[in-house]
Antibody, heavy 118, light 111 residues
Framework: QLQVQESGPGLVKPSETLSLSCTVS??????????WGWIRQPPGKGLEWIGS???????YYNPSLKSRVTISVDMSKNQFSLKLTSVTAADTAMYYC??????????WGQGTMVTVSS | QSALTQPASVSGSPGQSITISCTGT?????????VSWYQHHAGKAPKLMIY???NRPSGVSDRFSGSKSGNTASLTISGLQPEDEADYYC???????????FGGGTKVTVL
């Protein structure tokens, strides 16, 4: 059964880089079809798609974050990662990784809370 | 890049049916059959309830159904139960650099 799990620091200082990893188990990033993505939810707000990559290599980002976001893949570790630079308090959120197809995000991690504060 | 439009809240009594709307444009909801719905209980991961507009994943109750007309998609919950109380979000594929977009979310209250 395919599962994903987020990991990374829970506290990041303003202006620094937020780095999270998502470990895939029960299947291979390279062998599964479709997309792997990141979604976040700031406290008291709704879900926001951050970006996704297609298993064959193409990457897509939310234009509102594109200048600060990088999603990368480590096939050897069956992981994909999120980097968000120059963070501010507005980037404080629960961050989720997920497997998805064009029509639905079907496998979600439990989420990891990241707080931006000095 | 605006989110899809959902009502902030919907309520109903146990056993009743409720419908949540999700309005977009011809570039997203109206242009593709790639609308999905998520149930989100606080502190838990969002759960896929409907994908590709009308399809239910295995294990999701048939009390949940999805539909679409023009630029508006809808999620109907029939036979409302206390455990259905949660936040619900729609999502659509979009033909722009914003490939996927969520609605603002709807809080469902079971009276």
């Amino acid at each position: 059964q395919l599962q994903v799990q987020e990991s990374g620091p829970g506290l990041v200082k303003p202006s620094e880089t937020l780095s999270l990893s998502c470990t895939v188990s029960g299947g291979s990033i390279n062998n599964n079809s479709y997309y792997w993505g990141w979604i976040r939810q700031p406290p008291g707000k709704g879900l926001e798609w951050i970006g996704s990559f297609y298993y064959s290599g193409n990457t897509y980002y939310n234009p509102s974050l594109k200048s600060r976001v990088t999603i990368s893949v480590d096939m050897s570790k069956n992981q994909f990662s999120l980097k968000l630079t120059s963070v501010t308090a507005a980037d404080t959120a629960m961050y989720y990784c997920a497997h998805h197809e064009p029509g639905g995000f079907d496998i979600w991690g439990q989420g990891t809370m990241v707080t931006v504060s000095s | 890049q605006s989110a899809l439009t959902q009502p902030a809240s919907v309520s109903g009594s146990p056993g009743q049916s409720i419908t949540i709307s999700c309005t977009g444009t011809t570039s997203d909801v109206g242009g593709y059959n790639y609308v999905s719905w998520y149930q989100h209980h606080a502190g838990k991961a969002p759960k896929l309830m409907i994908y590709d507009v009308t399809n239910r994943p295995s294990g999701v109750s048939d009390r949940f159904s999805g539909s679409k007309s023009g630029n508006t998609a809808s999620l109907t919950i029939s036979g409302l139960q206390p455990e259905d109380e949660a936040d619900y979000y729609c999502n659509s594929y979009r033909s722009s650099s914003t490939r996927w977009v969520f609605g603002g979310g709807t809080k469902v209250t079971v009276l």
